[in-house]
């Protein structure tokens, strides 16, 4: 029995160094040979500037959608076409009130001219307008009520004056009679005054003669008299003439520069009601793709501001949008490198893709529909490894990527101590 316990303590002790050493040795490497770890976060593929959601300022009811979804778009192309019955009135109203004042303004140009009104420029706009006629005639019969009017103020003075001048005339003439009186009478007068004195007539012819010189003279001053009131009256007539013509051209100044000022005011508000009436054309902001209307019905209501679509600009670069969940978040933070996986494509197409996160949340956000919280963190991949993607392979917005954060090295025997530790201090706590 000696003997065999003899033989066997070499295997035996060989044995157990061989199973000390080998402990030893998975003890060394356990407390210093390093572990990769990584933290598992799922997300998507996002556009860098996010989605460009496109807004019309007054609103109104969609009358057609131009795009649909995954359509590409350029700048400035219209998207949708809205209805607003209360800008198209006012447009249609300040249209209107423009060719008024065009009817006004060769109105008073015809009055001013004393032509005949040429409304030949108004028809396109009776063409669009047929309710415009009855401006045109309108405009028309106050032309013809106002010449008319001035007409027989103008004529009625005239005849003033007319007959103030054929009176004076009368009166003129008047005159030269009684001067050709006068000189006879004068004359026969100095015959009397010679005879009297030669006691060839008598005193009281001589008187009689004496009498009827006063009275031509006397007639003569009258006729005189009368004439300056005529010519007065005359004159007084033609300024009153004058004035009434004066009034009337000041009248059509004044219409003219109401109408011109109006017309400059119509015109601001056509061009406020065309630009809000070429807003009812909603337009894409950028060139991009449509990814998602947010109206789709004819008939629908959009409010004030409200949104019509969604577009991903086609310039935008790509970043990765994972969810890390709160018991992993200490493991996260921005600069640590990342490996993405995208699940839509196979290993083959897209190859495992280095990258980095850019960004983390600084707050925990809850899924409104799982009701879980979680981290909102950014990942971009390095720049030129898309180059790797197999032909034909593309990274679109939505696409669902699986991305490994990497975390610090740590040894096996740290991460099978980590839980025990915590269980520790937790039972302690509790203790």
């Known amino acids: 029995m000696s003997d065999l316990q003899s033989k066997l303590r070499g295997p035996r002790t060989l044995a157990i160094a061989a199973g000390l050493g080998s402990m030893t040795l998975l003890g060394a490497w356990s407390a210093m040979a390093p572990l ?4 598992v976060a799922a997300g998507i593929v996002s556009p860098d500037t996010g989605r460009q959601t496109v807004q019309h300022l007054e609103g109104g009811i969609l009358d057609r959608m131009l795009v649909a979804e995954g359509d590409a778009v350029a700048a400035g192309q219209p998207i949708a076409v809205l209805l607003d019955a209360r800008a198209k009135a006012a447009y249609d109203n300040q249209i209107h009130r423009r060719s008024e004042l065009a009817a006004a303004r060769i109105r008073l140009r015809a009055l001013a001219d004393g032509a005949e009104p040429d409304f030949r420029p108004l028809d396109a706009d009776l063409v669009r307008d047929p309710s415009l006629r009855a401006v045109v005639e309108n405009e028309g019969e106050i032309l013809r009520t106002r010449r008319a009017g001035l007409r027989a103020k103008v004529d009625g003075l005239a005849e003033q004056i007319r007959r103030s001048e054929a009176t004076g005339a009368a009166l003129r003439r008047q005159v030269d009679a009684t001067e050709v009186e006068r000189v006879t009478v004068l004359k026969q007068l100095e015959d009397a005054r010679h005879l009297l ?18 009275q031509l003279d006397a007639q ?7 004439i300056q009131a005529a010519a007065s009256d005359a004159g007084r007539t033609r300024t009153v003439l004058a004035g009434e013509e004066s009034a009337f051209r000041q009248q059509i100044g004044e219409e003219t520069a109401k109408v011109e000022a109006e017309a400059a005011v119509v015109a601001n508000q056509i061009a406020a009601s065309a630009d809000a009436a070429g807003r009812q054309q909603v337009r894409a902001p950028e060139a991009g793709t449509v990814v998602s209307l947010k109206v789709r019905t004819p008939g629908a209501v959009v409010a004030p501001g409200g949104a019509v679509a969604d577009i991903l600009p086609s310039d935008a670069s790509l970043v990765l949008e994972v969810r890390v969940r709160p018991v992993d978040i200490a493991h996260v933070s921005v600069g640590q490198s990342a490996r993405i996986s995208v699940t839509a494509f196979s290993a083959k197409e897209v190859p495992v893709l280095p990258g980095h996160v850019r960004k983390v949340g600084a707050d925990a956000v809850q899924d409104p529909a799982t009701r879980e919280f979680h981290y909102k963190a950014e990942i971009a991949i390095d720049r030129g490894e898309l180059a790797r993607l197999a032909p034909g392979s593309k990274l679109v917005a939505g696409m669902p990527v699986q991305a490994f954060i990497e975390d610090r090295p ?6 099978l101590a980590e839980p025990m530790m915590r269980g520790f201090a937790k039972a302690g706590l509790e203790h």
Not at 203 to 210: D, K, M, S
């Open 197 to 214: 004195a030669k006691g060839l007539t008598t005193r009281p012819r001589v008187l009689a003669l004496e009498a009827r010189m006063a």
């Open 36 to 39: 990769a770890s990584a933290t």
């Open 410 to 415: 740590r040894t096996l025997l740290t991460w």
């Open 220 to 226: 003569q001053a009258s006729l005189d008299g009368q």
